[in-house]
């Protein structure tokens, strides 16, 4: 479904119908509804198109989600999987920043005393320490990193990456 919906895009735009943000957000919104009532896609795929969906109405054009369906099928085509670990984290945080997570790169002295930014806000609460000693030169995994991540999720970058 990733690879189909960045086509289409790529074509939209070569033929002159996408020339803005809200425009691609539209042309996607639209894609996407196309995709679900033709049942172009295997049931199972049906609840990540109704995802998308929702976050695009949710958050209108705001919701990115042409960099959210890239971010899903490079991860999945190799892409990702052929960079090094901190490349991946790296990018991992850039992509939930651009759909609007907050990022905080916390002290010792701050990541003893951590406490929420905002019950309400996505996220992402990395101690500095841990991130620099969880690298190798080679950017590859040798110390498990967690991050808290407001809303109660927890992410983990395993030595499995």
């Not at 996607?28 to 795929?45: E, G, N, S």
């Not at 670990?85 to 990018?91: D, K, M, P, S």
């Not at 790169?105 to 905002?118: D, F, I, V």
Request: aromatic share 14%; proline share 2%; with cysteine.
């Amino acid at each position: 479904m990733c690879w189909c919906l960045l086509v289409a895009v790529k074509m939209a735009r070569r033929a002159g119908k996408i020339a803005s943000d809200l425009q691609e957000h539209l042309f996607i919104m639209q894609w996407l509804a196309t995709a679900l009532k033709r049942h172009l896609f295997p049931k199972i795929v049906a609840n990540d198109i109704v995802w998308f969906m929702t976050q695009g109405k949710k958050y209108g054009y705001g919701a990115k989600l042409y960099n959210k369906v890239e971010y899903i099928y490079r991860s999945r085509s190799g892409a990702l999987a052929d960079k090094s670990a901190l490349f991946r984290f790296t990018y991992f945080v850039e992509t939930l920043k651009a759909m609007g997570w907050l990022d905080y790169l916390l002290s010792p002295q701050e990541w003893k005393n951590y406490r929420k930014a905002s019950s309400t806000a996505s996220a992402v609460y990395t101690p500095k320490a841990l991130l620099h000693a969880s690298f190798d030169e080679a950017g590859m995994v040798f110390l498990v990193l967690l991050n808290q991540v407001a809303r109660y999720f927890i992410i983990s970058i395993s030595t499995q990456i």
